[in-house]
C-alpha cells in the first residue's frame, strides 16, 4: 500500500515519455534521410522584365479574346442558314419588333448591343411609328418594316420616328449590309449569306494597326478637322499607310471614326483596288492600294436564297498566321 | 492534557476517520486519451461553428453582390458610365432570356461605343458579334411575324443569348488586355 503511490508515479511518467517520443518521433533521428541539394534561387526578374512579360500575355489575351468572337461567330452558321432562305435578303438594324400593344406601331422589344439602332440611340420599349416618312399603322407593323428594309441599300441613313413615353422622337439609323448583300460590288443579288470577319483583320496584315478619331483639337496638329488617324500604321506596308497619315476617304466614303474605318476596309475583298484620300504632314494624297490577300486556307461561304444549298470558295493568300 | 481538547480531538479523528483510504490517483493515460479526445471534439465543433459562421458571411455577401448587380443599374471596371437598360417584356417565360443577360447588356451598354484608340483587328473581331447579334435579332423579327415555329424562335433566342455572352467575354477580356498596368 504504501509503495502503490511511488510505482503509479514512475508509471505515470513512463507513459508521459513514451508518448512525449512518440509525439516527438519526426524530430528523432532514427534514419535522416539524405538532404536534397538546396536549389540555386533563379535571379529575382527585373521590373522590365515582368513588364514585358505582361504586355506579352495582354497581348495573348487580346488575340484568344478575338479568336472567341470569331469561332463564336462560325458557330452561328448552321442555325442561320437554315433561317435566313425564309427571310431572303436583306439590311441590318438590329432590333427584335412586335406590335405595338395599341396598334400604333412595332414596339422595340431587343436592342442589338452595338447594332445600328443601338448606336441611334434606339431603346427598349420605343415604338416605331414611321420610317423614311412611311407611317407604320397597318395589320402587322414589325413585318411592314421589314419589307421596307428589303428596298433598302447597305450604308443607307434610315428616317426613323419613335414614340419614347408618348413623344415623338426622330433618329438616323444607318442600316448594315445584312445576309445577301455582302460581297464584291455590294451587288443586291448576290447570293453571299452569312458575312465573316475578314481573315487579314485576324491575323496579318491589318490586325494590329491602330486608329485615332480626330477631334478638331487634336485634328490642328495634323492639319485637318476630321477623318481618322493612323496612329501605328500596318508594320510591313500594307495599303501604303504610315503612322500619323490622316485618312480622310476611302474610295469617297469619309469614315467617321476609327469604328468605321474598320467596317468600310472590312467590307472589301483581298485583291480589290481602293484609294486612300490622306493627308500626310499637312498634304493630301491619293494612295492608290490594294486590299492585302487573306491567309491560305480562308473560306467563303456562299448561300443561294433559293435552294438553300451552300457552297465554299477557298481563297487563297500569303499572308501568315 | 488539557480537557478543552478532548472534544476536539475526537472531533478530528471522526473527520479522520470519514476521508477514503487513498486520494484519487492521477488519471491515467487511457482517461488522458478519453479527455484528449473529447477536448478535441469540443474544439472541433467550436472550428466547425466558426467556418460555418464564415461561409454564411459570404454566402449572404454574394447574395448582396448578385442581388445589386441584377436589381440595379451598375458601373462598369474602370469607371465607365453606367447605363440603364430595361427588361424586355412581352417575351414569353420560356423564351425569356435569363437574368443575366440583362446584367451582361447593361454592362456592354456601359461600354463607349467608340473607344479613343481602335486597334482594327480587334474592333473587327467585335463588329462580327455585333453584326451577328443585330442580324439574330432582325430574323427573330422577320420570322416572328411570319408565324414561325416556337421552336425555331426559341432557337433563335437562345443562339442570341449565347452570342451576347460571347460578346461580353470578349470586351471583358479585351478591357483586361488593355488595361494600363
Keep these: ?321 | 492534557m488539557h480537557p478543552d481538547l478532548d472534544p476536539q480531538r475526537s472531533g478530528l479523528a471522526r473527520l479522520l476517520r470519514e476521508l477514503p483510504e487513498s486520494a484519487a490517483a492521477p488519471y491515467g493515460y487511457r482517461e488522458f486519451e478519453q479527455r484528449a479526445l473529447a477536448r478535441a471534439h469540443q474544439e472541433h465543433g467550436h472550428a466547425g461553428g466558426r467556418r460555418l459562421a464564415v461561409a454564411a458571411v459570404l454566402f449572404l455577401a454574394a447574395l448582396a453582390v448578385l442581388l445589386r448587380l441584377n436589381g440595379t443599374p451598375h458601373t462598369a471596371p474602370h469607371g465607365l458610365g453606367a447605363a440603364e437598360v430595361r427588361g424586355a417584356p412581352g417575351l414569353d417565360p420560356e423564351d425569356a432570356p435569363a437574368p443575366s443577360a440583362g446584367t451582361a447588356e447593361r454592362w456592354l451598354a456601359s461600354l463607349p461605343s467608340e473607344p479613343a484608340m481602335v486597334r482594327v483587328g480587334t474592333r473587327a473581331a467585335v463588329m462580327g458579334l455585333e453584326d451577328r447579334i443585330a442580324q439574330v435579332d432582325d430574323l427573330l423579327t422577320a420570322t416572328g411575324d411570319a408565324g414561325s415555329a416556337p421552336e425555331r424562335l426559341r432557337a433563335l433566342q437562345q443562339e442570341r443569348s449565347r452570342l451576347v455572352g460571347t460578346l461580353v467575354q470578349v470586351r471583358y477580356a479585351q478591357t483586361l488586355a488593355n488595361a494600363s498596368p
Design chain 1, 1 to 321: 500500500m504504501s509503495k502503490s503511490p511511488w510505482f503509479g508515479f514512475c508509471g505515470t511518467a513512463a507513459i508521459a515519455g513514451l508518448v512525449l517520443v512518440s509525439l516527438a518521433g519526426a524530430a528523432v533521428p532514427v534514419a535522416a534521410p539524405p538532404v536534397p541539394p538546396v536549389p540555386v534561387a533563379p535571379s529575382a526578374p527585373t521590373q522590365a522584365e515582368i513588364d514585358k512579360r505582361l504586355q506579352a500575355a495582354q497581348k495573348q489575351l487580346e488575340q484568344a479574346a478575338n479568336e472567341v468572337a470569331r469561332l463564336s461567330t462560325q458557330l452561328s452558321d448552321t442555325m442561320l442558314s437554315e433561317v435566313m432562305p425564309l427571310v431572303g435578303p436583306h439590311v441590318i438594324i438590329g432590333v427584335q419588333l412586335e406590335k405595338a400593344a395599341d396598334h400604333t406601331g412595332a414596339r422595340v422589344r431587343e436592342v442589338s448591343p452595338g447594332g445600328p439602332a443601338a448606336e441611334a440611340g434606339i431603346r427598349v420599349d420605343d415604338v416605331i411609328v414611321a420610317v423614311n416618312g412611311t407611317e407604320l399603322k397597318g395589320e402587322n407593323p414589325p413585318h411592314q418594316l421589314s419589307s421596307i428594309l428589303h428596298g433598302v441599300k447597305p450604308d443607307t441613313p434610315l428616317s426613323v420616328r419613335v414614340l419614347r413615353q408618348g413623344k415623338p422622337l426622330d433618329f438616323k439609323v444607318t442600316a448594315r449590309g445584312g445576309p445577301g448583300l455582302f460581297g464584291p460590288g455590294h451587288d443586291m443579288d448576290f447570293n453571299v449569306a452569312l458575312p465573316e470577319l475578314p481573315e487579314m483583320f485576324v491575323n496579318r496584315p491589318l490586325r494590329d494597326m491602330e486608329l485615332a478619331t480626330l477631334t478638331p483639337r487634336l485634328g490642328s496638329y495634323f492639319g485637318s478637322d476630321k477623318g481618322v488617324l493612323v496612329v501605328r500604321a500596318p508594320a510591313d506596308g500594307t495599303l501604303r499607310l504610315e503612322d500619323g497619315d490622316v485618312i480622310l476617304a476611302i474610295d469617297g466614303r469619309e469614315p467617321k471614326s476609327g469604328s468605321h474605318a474598320t467596317r468600310i476596309l472590312s467590307s472589301y475583298q483581298s485583291g480589290e483596288r481602293v484609294t486612300l484620300r490622306i493627308i500626310r504632314q499637312h498634304k493630301a494624297l491619293d494612295l492608290e492600294t490594294t486590299i492585302p490577300e487573306r491567309s491560305a486556307r480562308h473560306e467563303t461561304r456562299y448561300l443561294s436564297p433559293e435552294a438553300g444549298t451552300r457552297a465554299t470558295q477557298v481563297v487563297f493568300g500569303n499572308d501568315e498566321a
